[in-house]
């Protein structure tokens, strides 16, 4: 569903991206795992077109999108959660996940407030709660069930486990795992491999803008050289 190759991206002058490849089907939880400033979230945000794409190809559901305007990106059914969450912080959780709202999208699942309650059931307590008043890990599951009242077919999730107390990874976990049943496409990327290691199919490393390994996460975890080398702090 996700095509990504020989992917270039710049900031300014400086080359943070250099032919980085991947992809991600239908159905699959693929991590994007590195060390802190390795280009994860470039990655993400090239994907997304919020940074400009200076060479390669990004494919979506067979249809090429790296030319494309991030809204463009978004109605084709690509939802993206950014590390810093953005949400609406005097809006409540209810009109938050107003603002994300897109009708029903053909080969996706139809998310409702009820399902997302269902999914993130500390949402539901709290419907009336201005983002501003919730935890990190409240926000975290708030900017998530946002992306998904886009009905998307695919989503992108940076970092989405990043500061949170354990119990919260831990119910994040389940939800990528739901998000999964559901059949969407799930690129996520993170640092923390654990928590990668609970919810992804394969991964892929990524080390000073370039794609390091690419495998199942099995055979990852079983190379604990490979580990040391990219993922040890």
């Known amino acids: 569903?996700?095509?990504?190759k020989d992917l270039h991206a710049y900031y300014g002058r400086a080359h943070?991206?250099?032919g980085v490849s991947l992809e991600a089907s239908a159905g699959e939880v693929v991590a994007l795992l590195g060390r802190n400033g390795a280009g994860k979230s470039t990655v993400m945000k090239t994907v997304m077109g919020l940074v400009s794409a200076a060479k390669g190809e990004v494919t979506f559901d067979g249809k090429r999108i790296e030319r494309l305007q991030p809204y463009r990106i978004a109605r084709l059914?690509?939802?993206?959660?950014?590390?810093?969450?953005r949400i609406f912080t005097e809006l409540s959780v209810m009109e938050n996940l107003t603002v994300g709202q897109q009708p029903p999208r053909q080969g996706a699942p139809a998310w409702t407030e009820d399902k997302l309650f269902a999914l993130f059931p500390n949402l539901a307590n709290m419907r009336e709660r201005p983002g501003g008043r919730m935890s990190g890990g409240e926000q975290q599951m708030l900017t998530i069930a946002r992306t998904l009242m886009g009905n998307p077919r695919c989503v992108l999730l940076?970092?989405?486990s990043e500061g949170l107390a354990p119990i919260i990874v831990e119910q994040m976990a389940r939800s990528i795992h739901a998000l999964k049943g559901e059949g969407l496409c799930v690129l996520l990327s993170e640092q923390n491999l654990h928590f990668s290691q609970?919810?992804?199919d394969r991964a892929y490393i990524i080390e000073k803008g370039q794609i390091r390994f690419g495998g199942s996460m099995a055979e990852l975890t079983a190379d604990a050289s490979l580990r040391e080398q990219y993922l040890s702090v």
């Open 77 to 85: 059914g690509l939802g993206y959660v950014p590390e810093d969450r």
């Open 1 to 4: 569903m996700l095509s990504v």
């Open 158 to 160: 940076d970092e989405p």
């Open 198 to 200: 609970a919810v992804a």
């Open 16 to 18: 943070i991206l250099h």
